[in-house]
């Protein structure tokens, strides 16, 4: 993150684009617990789904502040 008032030498810019473009995976596979717990947890509620999608949508039309460019 830049500090106020500052600019990001080449060096701290291509370190950025570098993590810009690694690999962000799970850093390891779950463990056979974690999978019966995930498969023991309750469905989720329909409003629940439908809320995040709305959130979703509303997300990716956002424009100016907040807007995220990929």
């Not at 291509?14 to 974690?34: F, K």
């Amino acid at each position: 993150m830049t500090t106020p008032g500052t600019t990001p030498d080449d060096h701290t810019r291509a370190e950025d684009e570098r993590d810009a473009q690694a690999g962000h995976g799970a850093d390891r596979a779950p463990t056979p617990e974690e999978e019966r717990e995930a498969e023991q947890n309750p469905p989720v509620a329909p409003e629940s789904a439908q809320a995040y999608e709305e959130a979703l949508e509303r997300g990716a039309s956002v424009k100016g502040e907040g807007q995220i460019d990929l």
